[in-house]
Nanobody, 127 residues
């Protein structure tokens, strides 16, 4: 069983930045998993934000964050980061880190392939 723990959320002003991190532990090595960040608000479903392949060679982003957010991974530390810049109020949400057993090079954008999830961390963008 893989446990995922997110950190780094909080309050930011519009135009500011935040860095989210998640650490995967237990079960198979994290390099066996594609990783992703999703976010959810009280009125929306859990939406894909950014994903990274097992080897870190491929990334995908939601159109709404393309050019503003960057996902990266440190396999040796079983850690995935989400650098969030040029934040907007509409980025306010609970952010979830997730892991999926996928083929090398694959990045899944739907929630269903992701078997392991963190508990979520809140990001609030407000002036």
């Amino acid at each position: 069983q893989v446990q995922i723990v997110e950190s780094g959320g909080g309050l930011a002003q519009p135009g500011g930045s935040l860095r989210l991190s998640c650490v995967a532990s237990g079960g198979q090595p994290s390099e066996m998993f594609g990783m992703a960040w999703f976010r959810q608000t009280p009125i929306n479903e859990r939406d894909f934000v950014a994903g990274i392949s097992r080897g870190g060679t491929k990334t995908r982003y939601a159109d709404s964050v393309e050019g503003r957010f960057t996902i990266s991974r440190e396999s040796a530390r079983n850690t995935v980061h989400l650098e969030m810049g040029s934040l907007k109020p509409e980025d306010t949400a609970v952010y979830y880190c997730a892991a999926a057993q996928v083929l090398p090079g694959a990045v899944k954008t739907d929630v269903h392939p992701y078997q392991f999830w963190g508990r979520g961390i809140r990001v609030n963008v407000s002036s």
